[in-house]
């Protein structure tokens, strides 16, 4: 571990906090007949006793990760709302009075949160690093680029933003600092930077180790991005608290002294540090949580499959990915993974082989589910309300709890 370094700070004194085992990339549903070319990388989780950044000692190449992956932010109601919410109150707050505002989006995806400012008058434009996931964009009138963000892409780029928006892909990147060097240079003088991270404190305190895997290579408090930011000379000058993605921090970033540092930031940043979050022994208890999960889930499923019920694993997940190879769950135990993305139709999980189906394919139910994509709670229980009533059990592996 002593050659790697740390991807905020350049420091080379780590920590283990949780190893989650050799598991092959968490995106990577497979055909059946591809099994054999399938590879295992290390998963564990590491903390800088430097600048308390917790983040993955291994990087599987960007370019094996986002060319061919199959994740589509378009396939759920709750995070169209999300996007469509974000929109609107960056309108309202920053862009009131502006002439053409225009938008540039990092790792912009199918182009879903782009349509919404688009919507509200908005000039775009997306980057998006996935082929197929581009192509989509540009044919529903979103104008993406399909490239990676980083330094040498913005300086090739003929104009300064008033908003940019790095929604779910600021943990991802490889190249961290040609990435912040771009942004501060495209962000016109009185811009906002709007980044959206899942919050450690908030894994932490729900116990989401399964928001572990390869492409998250980092895992930010407010403090670590903090220290980030300021690195690139950019400033932090809000933040709040978001649902999405299991517990989320949506932060507004500025140049130095552009804006006031708001009461809202003040207050979440007192409350990170009284919660310990960037403590050694705060991420230790996260750990011992995790192993804790896993002997209670493994439980639950040897009752049920004792007692001759069928489980079905509900969503594919990436963060289910890691669930499932970390405890060891297979076919023999999860009969079928139900999805809705079509792209993952008749493939099967990665590490773990179970096979997905489509869920308004089902021929026939299960006794029970295993709920992977369990950050959509409400969605999924609404929408099985009728299954509950019929007695089919949800068990939720990894539970949202109040602080969110
Ligand atoms: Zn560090």
Known sequence: MSSLKCRVCDSTDFELVLDLGDQPWGNGFIRPEKLSSEKSYPLKLIFCKTCSTSQLDFTIAKEEMFIDHTYLSGTTSTLQKHFEDVAQSVCTRFLKGLEKPIVLDVGSNDGTQLMEYKKLGCEVLGVESATYVSDFANQNGINTLNAFFNLKLAESLEQKFDVINASGVFFHLEELHSVCSGIKLVLKPNGVFVVQFIYMKLMQDNTAFDQIYHEHLLYYTLKT?????????????????????????????????ARPISDRLTNLINEENESGANSIERYSEFAKAAHEAKTKTLAWVDFNLANGKVIYGLGAPVKGNTLLNFFRLGPDKIKFLTERN?????????GMHIPV???????EKPDAYLVLAWNFKAEILKRHSEDVLNGMEFYFPVNPGSKT
Do not use: Q
């Open 357 to 363: 189906i489509m869920d308004n394919e089902l021929t």
């Open 225 to 257: 991005i903090t220290t980030l930011l300021n690195r690139h000379n950019l400033e932090m000058f809000d933040a709040e608290i978001s649902e999405i993605h299991g517990g989320s921090v949506i932060g507004f970033i500025g140049h130095p002294g």
């Open 342 to 350: 079509p792209l993952r139709k008749g493939l099967v999980s990665p």
